[in-house]
């Protein structure tokens, strides 16, 4: 359960990162390279696929 709370947690605040990315993107003249979603957003998500297999192998 820590896990899963944990988790929630670290896609909040890569939710809010994002909104603050955006914002500042908008204001930038020149186009600019997501690193964040190329290396960061992937690995939440093996990183969260990861958590929920394992979770619902223990209940089995």
Same mark, same amino acid.
């Given at each position: 359960?820590?896990?899963?709370?944990?988790?929630?947690?670290?896609? /909040?605040?890569?939710?809010?990162? +994002?909104? +603050?990315?955006a914002?500042?993107?908008? +204001? +930038?003249?020149?186009?600019?390279?997501r690193?964040?979603?190329?290396?960061?957003?992937?690995? /939440?998500? /093996?990183l969260?696929?990861?958590? /929920?297999?394992?979770?619902?192998?223990?209940?089995?």
């Amino acid at each position: 359960m820590k896990k899963a709370a944990l988790l929630i947690i670290v896609w /909040l605040i890569f939710v809010i990162w +994002e909104i +603050e990315v955006a914002k500042w993107i908008q +204001e +930038e003249a020149q186009h600019v390279f997501r690193i964040d979603l190329v290396i960061i957003l992937p690995g /939440l998500v /093996l990183l969260t696929l990861y958590t /929920l297999k394992n979770n619902f192998n223990n209940i089995k």
